[in-house]
């Protein structure tokens, strides 16, 4: 069974520029997670979709957003990127939430580089 | 007060070692809690998950929980150098899920 993947491995951008990360989950998993893991932060969460709706967002400001498409799969969208927004982007899947307490899965994820 | 605490370490032991990780949390509403582990420049991969007090075991793993105390552990029998890694904690309810900063392990063949 494939796990969940996360594209591109890497991305380098310059300040003010958009970045777009994607994920896909596992096969049968509806809720999609993003998490920013910087150097010596821990995992931070921004955004959790499930069944193509925004659940929940953690503390980060509008210029994070994302969505969820009928496949399931996820995109973060990071806009106005800024020196801090350099991290490792995790994206993690589980089970539907009527599931409750299903653990998350995450992918290998995107090592974003601002410059 | 946060609300999960991890001591980062580092901890460093010996092939063979029992390594014990540990990590307390604020939040009495939390209801169930996992361990991760995380290689470097990978994602975090689960090994453990439990919702009540009390130990599970997993081969070399147990997880331990305390919800009287807040406080839950991780013990890894016959430590490997292949066990070197971040081990991450993660506690949480229906609506959250809070991870710890994680603890680096390195063992020492």
């Known amino acids: 069974e494939a796990g969940v993947t996360q594209s591109p491995t890497h991305l380098i951008k310059t300040r003010g520029q958009q970045a777009t990360l994607r994920c896909s989950p596992i096969?049968?998993?509806?809720?999609v997670y993003w998490y920013q893991q910087a150097l010596g932060l821990g995992l931070q969460f921004l955004l959790w979709?499930?069944?193509?709706?925004?659940?929940n967002r953690g503390n980060f400001p509008p210029r994070f957003s994302g969505r969820q498409f009928p496949n399931y799969s996820s995109e973060l969208n990071v806009n106005a990127l800024e020196l801090e927004d350099s991290a490792l982007y995790l994206c993690?899947?589980?089970?539907?939430?009527?599931?409750?307490?299903?653990?998350?899965?995450f992918g290998d994820g995107t090592r974003l580089s601002i410059l | 007060q946060k609300e999960v605490e991890q001591d980062p370490g580092p901890l460093s032991v010996p092939e063979g070692a029992i390594v014990s990780l540990n990590c307390t949390y604020s939040?009495?509403?939390?209801?169930?809690f996992m361990w991760y582990r995380q290689y470097s420049r990978k994602g975090p991969e689960l090994l453990m998950y439990?919702?009540?007090?009390g130990n599970k075991e997993d081969g070399r793993f147990t997880a331990q929980v305390d919800k009287s105390s807040k406080y839950i552990s991780l013990f890894i029998r016959d430590s490997q150098p292949s066990d070197s890694a971040t081990y991450l904690c993660a506690i949480g309810g229906s609506e959250k899920l809070v991870f710890g900063k994680g603890t680096k392990l390195t063992v020492n063949p």
């Open positions: 979709y499930d069944e193509g709706e925004e659940r």
């Open positions: 993690a899947s589980s089970f539907n939430r009527e599931y409750s307490n299903q653990p998350q899965h």
């Open positions: 096969s049968g998993h509806t809720s």
């Open positions: 439990t919702y009540s007090s």
């Open positions: 939040n009495s509403a939390f209801q169930y």
